[in-house]
């Protein structure tokens, strides 16, 4: 936890790929999850109280119910994205239900490259997740060989039928991830933003 706040300085694009429990007797104690158990818990209530996050920034969760919200007793809705904005982050997008690895992954790659290429936020999330819609496992699994990662081994090992197949075109599959604050956009070092520039 002491790491964590000179980690994030002056971050403006933060990835976190890690587990999420969503604690929904006690919202506050909601975590991100990182290593191996007990690993490290990141909880909802420590980004309110202890985490500041660059007010430039976006926070993409490749996480299980990284976008679940429940409202507490003084009818406030308290989630791990909500607890990333009061934090300071300008945008957080994160998944508001279990979502398979391989999905998050595809999703997040095609949502980190589309915002590297000036995309802003929302559309780039759409587009992600049409993406996800429409590729077949075969599209998947050449994405992740792409980057070498192992969850590519276990969709090389489907049938040619299963790769052929769209086997995330189920809504409740590709329309996971959710988008939280205000739209943002990848901005080029010593460019100046266009609402600055007249």
């Known amino acids: 936890m002491d790491d964590l706040p000179a980690a994030f300085a002056g971050a403006t694009l933060i990835f976190l790929a890690c587990h999420g429990d ?7 104690s909601s975590a991100l999850r990182f290593g191996s158990p007990p690993g490290f818990a990141l909880k909802i209530a420590d980004l309110f109280d202890n985490i500041r996050i660059d007010p430039d920034a ?24 909500g607890g990333l904005l009061a934090a300071g982050a300008h945008t957080t997008i994160g998944a508001g239900w279990p979502v398979a690895r391989s999905a998050a992954i595809g999703v997040c790659r095609k949502l980190i490259s589309s915002l590297l290429d000036g995309t802003e936020s929302p559309e780039a999330l759409r587009n992600a997740a049409c993406w996800l819609r429409d590729a077949t496992a075969a599209d998947l699994l050449a994405e992740l060989s792409s980057i070498g990662h192992p969850a ?7 049938p040619p039928e299963d790769l052929a197949g769209h086997m995330f075109a189920d809504p409740v599959r590709w329309a996971a991830f959710l988008h939280w604050g205000a739209p943002w956009r990848a901005i080029r070092r010593g460019a100046v933003p266009a609402e600055k520039s007249q």
């Open 22 to 28: 969503y604690d929904w007797k006690n919202p506050l």
């Open 58 to 81: 976006i926070v993409i969760l490749g996480t299980c119910d990284s976008g679940t919200v429940a409202q507490t007793d003084l009818n406030e809705g308290i989630g791990i994205a």
């Open 152 to 158: 590519a081994l276990q969709l090389a090992e489907l």
